[in-house]
């Protein structure tokens, strides 16, 4: 196998740390970059990886996707280093915020970084991505929640509702508990619409597809903003009720799995789909909307100010 490199966002923690684990074991032709939000902590990564595995090819750039601009300079960066051909970008990096907050850029934080960011994150590298490479978009089985919490299967409708929600009505409870999920609904119409334009309007051979982790109780996600104190007794809880509802999982082993999708033959030409850690699985009927999901890839162009000269694809 040629040297290629992988990209991860978010891989300082949780899937995305054990995503890069199992990719820089695989083979030390693979070069790995932990794109990251905080320095530090994707130094200490990238250290503690290359001690892990043994595999040196393993560097750490900054990318906040709570900014565009941050994106932007990343993109830059990683063109200015030298590493070897870009092959797979894993868009894993991602959070379910208690509280309303915003990016930089002012879009609601969820969707902004969880889709946003990364919609503009994909579209830079996709002219730099290699012959048969890939691309994943981490979402979730909470693009589609238990029906006992959330009524209304989340559908999309616009984007300015998700990016701007005060100015669309009040913030009800109801609304803030919708962002994830509308923001992990995203992520697969984003997969399908992106997948289907390359095949439509490239001759590139790069695949596209959405990856659902399952319930995993030991990463941050559970608790972000939670003392270090407080986070095994929360991982703790979480643990036994993902027992006591059949959903137990870690990111030791959904990790595996997004690695595989990275690395594996038996996904190659496989595009548009959706996985369950190694299974295709179907989505919710408001992931399989194709002018959904249409409608969101022009209106996330508008939103992030996406240039004709930065992507490949058609912004219309
Ligand atoms: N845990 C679950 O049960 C579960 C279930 C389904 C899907 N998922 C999805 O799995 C993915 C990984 O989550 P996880 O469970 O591994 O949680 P995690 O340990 O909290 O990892 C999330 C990663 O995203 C990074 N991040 C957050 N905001 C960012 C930003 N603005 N720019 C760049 N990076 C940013 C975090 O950086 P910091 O370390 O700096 O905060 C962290 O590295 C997410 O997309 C999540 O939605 C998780």
Not at 48 to 70: F, K
Not at 208 to 224: C, E, I
């Amino acid at each position: 196998m040629e040297k290629r490199t992988v990209v991860i966002t978010g891989g300082n923690s949780g899937l995305g740390y054990q995503c890069a684990k199992n990719i820089a074991l695989k083979s030390k032709n693979y070069t790995v970059v932990l794109a990251c939000r905080n320095k530090n902590k994707a130094v200490a990564a990238s250290e503690s990886l290359r001690n892990e595995t043994g595999n040196p090819n393993i560097y750490s750039l900054e990318l906040d996707l709570a900014s565009l601009a941050s994106v932007r300079e990343f993109h830059n960066s990683f063109k200015q280093e030298n590493y070897p051909p870009l092959f797979s970008l894993v868009c894993n990096a991602g959070f379910n915020l208690p509280a309303l907050a915003y990016t930089k850029d002012g879009f609601e934080a969820t969707f902004g970084v969880c889709h946003l960011g990364h919609y503009l994150l994909a579209n830079l590298m996709l002219p730099q991505m290699m012959n048969n490479g890939r691309i994943i978009f981490v979402s979730s089985d909470m693009h589609n929640p238990p029906k006992v919490i959330y009524p209304t299967t989340p559908a999309f409708k616009n984007s300015m509702e998700l990016a701007y929600p005060e100015k669309n009505g009040k913030i009800t409870t109801k609304s803030l508990m919708m962002r994830y999920p509308m923001a992990k609904l995203s992520n697969i119409l984003c997969t399908r619409e992106m997948a289907s334009r390359i095949g439509n309007e490239t001759k590139k051979h790069v695949t596209v597809n959405a990856f659902n982790p399952g319930l995993m109780t030991d990463t941050n996600f559970m608790s972000p903003n939670i003392s270090k104190i407080l986070r095994p007794i929360i991982a703790g809880f979480a643990t036994l009720l993902s027992y006591v509802i059949n959903q137990h999982g870690s990111s030791t082993e959904s990790g595996k799995h997004l690695a595989g999708l990275v690395t594996e033959q038996q996904y190659e030409g496989a595009t548009g789909k959706y996985y369950f850690r190694g299974k295709e699985e179907k989505t919710s009927k408001p992931a399989q909307d194709k002018a959904a999901a249409k409608k969101l890839w022009i209106e996330s162009a508008e939103l992030v100010q996406l240039k004709q000269d930065e992507t490949i694809l058609s912004r219309k």
